[in-house]
């Protein structure tokens, strides 16, 4: 909400010294959030000028200019400027006349743009300065002509500041307001605030005597026909109207206002919507004006029926649902209740008689409603969170009375309002010793009572009349948010003060922290962030063709999960896999020439088994807690979700240097990603050759703990990252981590060092070529026995002397025995054991 300081001081004693910054630290100090400062960018000297006469020189190019002699200063005195009382002007403008007052911008003067003003040649003449439009002032869009001062109804001397004389010289202070709080969406709102937080004296501006608010309706009529109110609650509740005749929509809006809808964000429209719009910032009571020459009938608000049309006045057609609310005639639908007129009604420059609307409508009904059809207004983000239901009134009043002062029309006094609902506010019974005992501040009695009065409660002393020690407090009719005694506990600390809340933290219990698994993906992350990993996480959707592709590993079609309302429409299911969100981070980086890449992502997966249907269509009470079938019923409607952990390399992994020739990334370094996370997660993960849908045959791998299958690894098909428009070769590699954790021993106990020296044997197998290496190691580590340290794969070759179909893996063995130094003899038997094994298992022998 911007509100312009002069405006605010008319309602509440805010200092004349008082900069927009102190204004701000007092609204903060009530619970506002600070947004900014706002004012209009430009400085002087800029003043009123007088157009002595003019000649009109046609130019080359077909455009004719006007070569002007204005005085912007008395006969005898110097400009503001410095310069001659008498300024020569180049103007393109032809909509002013000698002897019309102006405003004039002289030479060092600053325009919005910023557009420095300075005396310059142009079209065979020096103009000292600019005569200026009001877009160049920015106090609207107009831009066809100068700003004449007699059409704003204005006649100063010649030299007389023009931006304090337009309001030019205001600022508006800026604050984010809350949804449960929107009657601080107006000027009345904001200045009682400053008033909470300052102690200054605050004005209401809603105060009017009912007597000449309300009268008789007649010749009007207003209907509601409301007979099935959603959720039981009435679409309106309050319609006050009011007819102002005789005016003339021409005349131009005072520039003051014009000045303050500006810093207050809103865009002057005529004089006619300028006052409407006014006056809902001014009292937050949305307000609608309707052509009462185009009206047909009185008015009737109700439903909408299924497949009824509306033209708003964004010249949208828009087709309704049985649910929205409708200001209607006999011709039918005028505009959407709460959220936007028709365009058949509209007021216009042609409009002579003016029906005023104000009126109340059901919050609920109004937000769904804006939602539905994409259309948010500043009417129905007053109605959302809900409007002073005492309020209508008085605003259908001020804009008649505005419209008559600034539009000339007469108030029609025959023709008032109607009142549909008596207006009554709860009493909330709120215990003495619960504000204390909520916030943890010792306030006195007197103290929560004069918080709570403060802000416009009554409130009477209960004690006598019950057995519980507490106050009967009725909340005042513009805050719809104080509905129980949490809500005025809360009012009691933002009144009296946050800064009077002790900040104590509370002593964890000894033996907690975090689980081992969260401890084990701590791990994880870390690691990966030190080996030069950087996290990328990703929305958790996708779509069902990716989910196929990468999260099975034929690419058959396995069950996903499809959500009701995705925030995509293009990506409504949930990711089985973290692959597809990596690829796009991708291809986000490298579109923005980031080329070289090694990613991770951590995050959970959705894997729904097949033949269970899983959601739920019941929402329980939130009321009290669910029992155990209602949590059991809740969770069995969510499908299972594991933690995986998921790498993507591509590019370089070591950049070209002095000395360095660059280095691509291969299969071997998503390898190393994969021990990195093995080595965190305190496991030993094996290796074997395998297939995926998504990964080149040949170059991918299943990752196993202990035998089970816990991840893969892989090189992406080129036409996989070719659709992800990854132009290099991409390398992944994913696992399941919460499987992974699963897996490791709970306690890693670190190996001991011998004092006794290895012997070193190197051992070459002849097998088949379909034998995995990883298979072939494992039977050499059995065979081996204790003796055997390590077993690494060091060649596999395949050529010239080794039969076809099959292969020769050489494998570097170390073996260490803990109580002695162990002999060649013993290195060789335990060896030969070891090929004993892979003969008896492969068939290998040992290659010559």
């Known amino acids: 909400m911007r509100v312009p300081l002069s405006w605010l001081r008319e309602y509440v004693d805010v200092p004349v010294d008082a900069s927009p910054e102190d204004v701000l630290e007092a609204l903060v100090s009530v619970g506002f959030e600070e947004e900014d400062v706002h ?72 325009l919005p743009g910023p557009f420095p003003i300075a005396a310059r040649k142009t079209y065979g003449h020096v103009s000292d300065g600019m005569i200026a439009s009001a877009k160049e002032l920015g106090l609207g869009d107009e831009h066809s002509g100068i700003l004449r001062l007699v059409e704003l109804g204005i006649d100063a001397p010649v030299g007389t500041d023009a931006i304090a004389l337009l ?26 605030e400053y008033s909470h937080a300052t102690g200054a004296d605050f004005r209401d501006p809603g105060l009017r005597e009912w007597g000449e608010l309300q009268h008789p309706a007649s010749g009007f009529t207003v209907t509601v026909d409301d007979a099935n109110p959603i959720r039981g609650r009435v679409g309106a509740s309050e319609f006050a109207v009011r007819v102002v005749r005789d005016v003339d929509p021409t005349k131009p809006t005072p520039a003051w206002m014009v000045a303050r809808l500006t810093l207050a964000g809103t865009r002057s429209l005529g004089v006619l919507i300028d006052i409407t719009n006014y006056v809902m910032l001014e ?16 008015i009737t608000v109700r439903r909408a029926a299924a497949g009824e049309k509306l033209e708003t006045l964004d010249g949208k057609v828009r087709t309704l649902h049985a649910e929205d609310l409708l200001i209607t005639d006999a011709s039918g639908p005028i505009g959407l209740a709460g959220v936007m007129g028709g365009g058949t009604t509209e007021m216009s420059d042609a409009t002579r008689n003016v029906l005023i609307e104000a009126a109340t409508f059901d919050t609920v009904s109004i937000a769904r409603t804006a939602r539905r059809h994409k259309l948010p207004s500043e009417a129905s983000r007053r109605f959302e969170r809900g409007v002073d239901p005492l309020i209508p009134f008085v605003a259908a009043r001020r804009v008649a009375d505005l419209m008559v002062e ?16 008596t207006v009554t506010q709860e009493a909330i019974s709120l215990p003495k010793p619960f504000t204390a005992g909520l916030i943890g501040v010792d306030y006195t009695a007197d103290e929560i009572v004069t918080a709570l009065e403060k802000i416009g409660c009554r409130v009477d002393d209960a004690s006598s009349s019950s057995e519980v020690d507490a106050w009967s407090v009725t909340p005042p009719s513009w805050r719809p948010d104080l509905t129980d005694k949490w809500t005025l506990a809360e009012e009691v600390a933002r009144i009296e003060g946050y800064d009077r809340i002790p900040s104590v933290l509370p002593l ?20 990966l962030a030190a080996a030069g990993y950087v996290e990328t996480p990703s929305f958790g959707f996708t779509t069902e063709e990716q989910n196929d592709l990468h999260g099975s590993p034929s690419g058959e079609h396995l069950p996903s999960i499809k959500l009701a309302n995705p925030l995509d429409g293009q990506a409504p299911f949930l990711r089985r896999t973290l692959v597809p969100g990596l690829l796009q981070v991708a291809h986000r980086n490298l579109s923005r020439g980031f080329t070289d890449l090694s990613l991770f992502e951590s995050g959970t997966v959705f894997l729904p088994e097949p033949g269970v249907q899983y959601g739920t269509s019941f929402v329980p009470s939130l009321a009290v807690r669910p029992d155990a079938s209602t949590l059991a019923e809740l969770d069995a409607s969510i499908p299972p979700q594991h933690l995986h952990v998921a790498v993507l390399l591509t590019g370089g992994v070591i950049a070209k240097q002095p000395g360095q020739a660059p280095v691509a990334a291969d299969l071997s370094d998503a ?22 849908a998504a990964l080149h045959p040949g170059r991918t791998g299943v990752l196993s703990v202990h035998g089970t299958e816990v991840g893969y690894v892989g090189e992406v098909l080129p036409a996989v990252a070719e659709a992800s428009d990854l132009p290099g070769r991409v390398y992944v590699a994913e696992l399941d981590l919460d499987l992974v954790l699963s897996l490791a021993s709970e306690k890693v106990v670190a190996a001991s060092l011998s004092t006794f020296p290895a012997a070193t044997q190197d051992v070459s197998l002849v097998l088949p070529a379909d034998v995995p290496a990883a298979a072939a ?29 099959s292969k020769s893996l050489t494998f570097a063995l170390r073996f260490r025995a803990a109580d002695r130094t162990l002999t060649a003899a013993e290195a060789t038997e335990a060896k030969l054991a070891g090929v004993g094994a892979a003969a008896e298992r492969f068939g290998a022998t040992l290659r010559e």
């Not at 600022?171 to 009682?192: E, H, K």
């Not at 600034?406 to 609902?421: C, I, K, P, W």
């Not at 190393?672 to 496991?683: E, F, L, S, T, W």
């Not at 190691?777 to 080794?802: I, K, M, N, P, T």
């Open 39 to 110: 004012r209009f960018d430009l400085q002087g000297p800029i003043v009123v000028g007088e157009v002595l006469e003019f000649v009109e020189e046609p130019q080359s190019n077909g455009k004719t200019i006007r070569w002007c002699q204005v005085r912007v200063a008395p006969d005898g005195e110097l400009a503001a400027d410095g310069g001659p009382a008498v300024h020569g002007i180049v103007c393109g403008a032809r909509n002013f006349f000698a002897g019309d007052k102006v405003v004039v911008t002289l030479p060092g003067a600053v």
């Open 167 to 192: 309001g030019l010289d205001d600022v508006a202070v800026d604050i984010n307001v809350t949804p449960d709080r929107g009657y601080a969406l107006s000027v009345r709102g904001v200045a009682r």
């Open 283 to 298: 009292l937050g009571q949305p307000i609608h004006g309707y052509d009462l020459d185009k009206l047909q009938g009185g």
């Open 406 to 421: 600034f539009a000339g029309g007469t108030l029609d006094l025959e023709v008032g309002g109607a009142l549909f609902a």
């Open 508 to 527: 964890p219990p000894s033996g907690r922290g975090l689980t081992p698994a969260q401890q084990g993906r701590r791990r994880v992350a870390n690691a």
């Open 671 to 692: 390898l190393d990603a994969v021990r990195v996370i093995a080595a965190a997660a305190g496991v030993s993960i094996d290796v074997a050759q395998g297939e995926r």
């Open 777 to 805: 190691r494992a039977a050499l580590v059995e065979g081996g026995g204790e003796l055997l340290e390590s077993a690494r794969l060091v060649d596999d070759y395949r050529g010239q002397g080794v039969p076809e179909g």
